[in-house]
């Protein structure tokens, strides 16, 4: 029954699935370095594509709105009430509000990645900035855009990669790789961007004869 399975299928119905899942119950940056993947993400949504330490301070910086998410995360994730996250989601934020990402609020390490691998989130962003979406909203969009660039990066690697395809299949859907695709985070298509690479590279079969 397996052999009449597509794995391709399979992964993107147990990716997507999954990954929405793993989206909406995980508490705001409660991925790991989401906070500033987030951050890095915005920045570039507002059109500041050069790594961190390349900006100027006034450029660094994300609306004191952004900032409240990770403030309130750790209380709404020791209280455990989930349903108060859906608070968050009403009042727009207020672009001119804002504050430096220096300190404990700095990129860090996100702030040295590539914009590439935060196209999509910062694409989703853009349109939500303009839509007039909460932080939170926000959030949750740029965790959807981080999924489904990761998903199709993996589905195609999976479709085009001419042996092992149910191995990439499972190495795609390993529990972390799909609690990381559902953060907003440059990690996931860093990984599906190698995978492809892995499954387009030239495989030269060497034929062993007996007795050699």
Known sequence: MLNDLSPEAVFLTLALGFGVAFGIATPPFDSPDEWRHFSRAYVISEGHYQAAGRLPPSQL???????AIHELHGPLR???VFLEGFSWLRDPVLPRSRIP???DASLRGAGLSSPITYAPQAGFLLLGRQLGLSAAALLYLGRLATLLSWA???????????????SFTLLCLTPMSLFLAASVSA??????????????????RIEVKAGH
Do not use: E, F, N, Y
């Not at 910086?61 to 900032?67: A, F, Q, R, T």
């Open 187 to 204: 990690d996931p298509l860093t990984s599906g961007l190698s995978l492809l690479l892995l499954a387009l590279a030239p495989i030269r």
């Open 101 to 103: 990402l220096v300190g």
């Open 78 to 80: 020791r209280s455990h």
């Open 61 to 67: 910086s994300v609306p004191v709105d952004v900032l």
């Open 152 to 166: 199709s990066l993996c589905w195609l690697a999976i479709r085009v990669t001419p042996t092992r395809r149910w």
